[in-house]
């Protein structure tokens, strides 16, 4: 995501002036990359209401603080003149081509001049008087600070009451549960990083998912993660937001689904190979019973299926790995590079068509079971026990072929991906 060659040169050409905090206020100068510290980074698209007040209280803080540092507005296309605004307020514009708020942030930070960036909506809804603790803690060796609304405050009418108490813990829940991170609240969009760390997370996503993905790849590429409380205001805009509670809460609920095949794929599919294989073992002998109720051919029927289903639920979440690995969504994962060493393109054709032939050899045998009883009727029983257990072993087989033949293509990029630098 990050050009090898600096961006600084770049940077340097833009006609935008930025303060330099610590002298007078009246005082103006370009900050260089070699003494700005600090860079606060506000997405923007039409933001004309509350821009100016937010680059004004940002300004304060630096200046009172003593930090060095920039204002920078990664601009998403604004037409109500969000730009002259900023630029009048001695902030630094990155016109950013790409709609979306992981790109606004994605830009500005990869044109940010300061060694750490803390990035906070332009909706005067985040105190940027307030900075101090998140500087505190970079300037400790955290790679991410995130902050805590819930443990700051959150001020009457600042966050809509399905967002407080359903969408918020529950996302949070989730992303506790599934990538053991330690943020408490997941989603605040007040947080500070330095960009050593933001080079390594190699974020990928442009919208709403932006947010999530980065606490998530910091967390699975063990860097140094932490929160400190800040509070939440109400916004100080007359429109609407742009962030749709339902929708985009449905957008990052997806995003961390997708982003750990173990709880989407594995453990589900795992759970439901174990039920169907175990119950159709339970049933090959003969018909059973569970008090009053029978269970016969056509519970195993729905045991076979079950099974098979969830085995290819497992090979999903193998696969879905890989991919995710190969397109840097994901950090290189040791245990997957692994597998690949001890299951092979050879073993897993081999397994697959053993299970093959063993389906053909009971679908064979199902046909001379084809017979008749002693009073002459037709014994489908017999036949259907031997039938949808040959079928099942087949279909695992060839999804076994099919499975490691793909995973051999994607298996290439996952060796030779190189590993993140920790």
Request: charged residues 20%; glycine residues 10%.
């Amino acid at each position: 995501m990050f050009a090898e060659t600096p961006v600084f040169a770049e940077i340097d050409s833009m006609s935008d002036s930025t303060l330099t905090y610590g002298q007078p206020p009246n005082a103006v100068s370009h900050a260089t990359a070699t003494t700005c510290e600090l860079s606060i980074v506000m997405p923007c698209l039409n933001e004309a209401e509350t821009l100016e007040v937010c680059i004004q209280k940002a300004q304060t803080y630096l200046r009172e603080s003593g930090v060095n540092g920039e204002v920078l507005i990664g601009d998403n296309g604004s037409t109500d003149g969000s730009q002259d605004i900023a630029r009048r307020n001695q902030a630094r514009v990155v016109d950013v081509p790409v709609r979306g708020y992981g790109a606004a942030l994605d830009h500005a930070t990869r044109h940010a001049r300061g060694k750490y960036v803390i990035m906070a909506d332009s909706d005067d809804s985040y105190d940027f008087l307030s900075l101090q603790p998140f500087v505190d803690k970079l300037r400790e060796g955290y790679d991410l600070v995130m902050g805590n609304r819930f443990a700051g405050g959150i001020k009457p009418g600042a966050m809509p009451w399905k967002n407080r108490y359903i969408g918020n813990p529950i996302l949070t829940a989730i992303g506790r549960l599934f990538f053991r991170c330690p943020a408490k609240d997941f989603h605040c969009g007040l947080r500070g990083y330095s960009v050593d760390a933001y080079k390594r997370m190699e974020l990928q996503t442009t919208g709403m998912e932006f947010a999530s993905e980065m606490v998530i790849k910091a967390t699975l590429l063990g860097m140094k993660v932490t929160e400190v409380p800040t509070t939440l205001s109400k916004d100080g805009r007359s429109r609407p937001p742009h962030l749709k509670p339902w929708r985009d809460g449905w957008r990052h609920l997806r995003f961390m689904l997708l982003f750990s095949p173990r709880w989407l794929f594995l453990f589900p599919g795992g759970a439901l190979f174990l039920f169907g294989l175990l119950l159709s073992l339970w049933l090959l002998p003969g018909r059973r019973y569970i008090g009053s109720i029978s269970l016969d051919v056509h519970t195993l029927l729905c045991a076979s299926v079950a099974m098979v289903l969830g085995f290819q639920a497992v090979l999903f979440a193998v696969l879905t790995k890989a991919f995710a690995i190969n397109e840097g969504l994901m950090p290189p994962d040791p245990r997957l590079s692994k597998t690949f060493r001890i299951v092979t393109l050879e073993s897993g054709l081999i397994v697959g068509l053993l299970l093959t032939i063993l389906g053909i050899i009971g679908v064979v045998g199902s046909l001379f079971a084809w017979g008749h009883t002693n009073f002459g009727e037709l014994d489908p029983e017999r036949t259907l026990r031997m039938l949808i257990p040959a079928l099942a072993a087949g279909t695992i087989g060839m999804q076994t072929i099919l499975f490691s033949l793909f995973l051999s293509v994607l298996g290439m990029g996952v060796r030779t991906r190189p590993k993140a630098r920790l």
